[in-house]
């Protein structure tokens, strides 16, 4: 079949339009947009044309009119508080993934885990009307999230909790419980804690709080002094920790509220002399590809990334195509322990 565009301009200097295919092909223009989207009824002789036509024209939809019929972009939004941190970006690559089997087309926005930068972020992404947001690290401004809820946009928090949207996550309390049963069964007493300022507010208050209680459950009386924040870009930062390892009665163990932070204590720690698991063990929070290196051999409590991407997408789409009454779904799911070379007994 042989191409020919006539209308007055160079075909080389516009794209082929879905007036061209029909032209081409000889049938109507409904008809090229039925055997584009696989409706009504074509003929088998007549669907062969149009294929045909549309591949020796190199035609591609306008998606713009084509979201205009169908009141729909298959684009989903995802905001994400850090993607330095590769616990978030393995997960919005799995996400994307999960999107990608089901037609949809990702757009990601990094916050930096900023609250005015997230409202601009998921701003821009309702200007480019996706169908819906996920929500990675979630700053917690309830204006934002009831802003998104009340235009009905179907929205999914991923790896934080609320109990008014929709939502997966990790079981935080079973997680730090692995972490704290894990290094007392090693004969560690002096345990600390150790957040990320990055980190989501309410998963950040969540594993301070399980942190707490697992403490107690096994026995050990929590010392607030001894949960401390490590923001390893401040100039300064980890003098704290580095005061409190050089006390007397330092702690003997660390449990980082996540792998990111985990990783960069392994390396504050060795810059002062200070070897893990030799003097002090170390146990994260994520299971991050790069968490199993030999180098570092970091035990961590794994989250299901798989899991929380898949169950993510699937209640997004939920959302999105079966409308915004019901009431919001939410998921725990299980963490596991997996034990690496930065644990041992205390000296």
Request: aromatic share 4%.
């Amino acid at each position: 079949m042989t191409a020919k565009i006539d209308d007055g301009a160079p075909s080389a200097f516009r794209r082929p339009t879905i007036n061209d295919v029909a032209a081409l092909s000889g049938v109507s223009k409904s008809t090229v947009s039925n055997v584009m989207r696989g409706t009504g009824s074509v003929s088998a002789a007549t669907r062969e044309r149009v294929l045909e036509a549309i591949a020796a024209l190199g035609y591609r939809p306008n998606a713009t009119a084509r979201n205009l019929v169908l009141r729909r972009t298959n684009l989903i939004g995802v905001v994400v508080g850090d993607l330095a941190n590769a616990f978030d970006a393995e997960l919005v690559k799995r996400i994307e993934q999960c999107a990608s089997a089901h037609e949809y087309t990702t757009l990601v926005c990094n916050t930096g885990g900023h609250a005015d930068l997230e409202a601009s972020r998921i701003e821009a992404l309702l200007e480019h009307r996706v169908d819906g947001i996920a929500l990675l690290d979630f700053s917690g401004d309830r204006a934002v999230i009831s802003k998104l809820l009340g235009e009905r946009v179907p929205v999914v928090m991923v790896s934080c909790w609320s109990d008014y949207a929709d939502c997966v996550a990790v079981d935080d309390m079973v997680g730090i419980e692995l972490a704290v049963r894990h290094l007392v069964e090693l004969g560690h007493e002096r345990i600390a804690h150790v957040v990320d300022p990055l980190m989501e507010a309410g998963t950040r208050r969540a594993r301070v709080a399980a942190f707490e209680r697992a403490l107690l459950r096994s026995g050990i009386a929590p010392r607030s002094e001894w949960t401390l924040v490590y923001d390893a870009n401040e100039t300064g930062g980890g003098s704290d920790l580095l005061a409190l390892v050089a006390r007397d009665d330092h702690p003997t163990a660390i449990v980082a509220a996540n792998d990111y932070t985990a990783i960069r204590l392994i390396a504050l720690l060795e810059r002062n002399a200070i070897a893990v698991p030799r003097d002090i063990s170390l146990v994260g929070f994520d299971g991050i590809d790069v968490s199993a290196l030999s180098r570092i051999g970091l035990t961590t409590v794994a989250q299901p990334r798989d899991d929380l991407a898949r169950t993510a997408v699937d209640l997004l789409r939920a959302r999105i195509e079966s409308g915004y009454d019901a009431p919001p779904a939410q998921h725990r799911l299980k963490p596991r322990l997996v034990v690496r070379g930065s644990t041992g007994p205390p000296r």
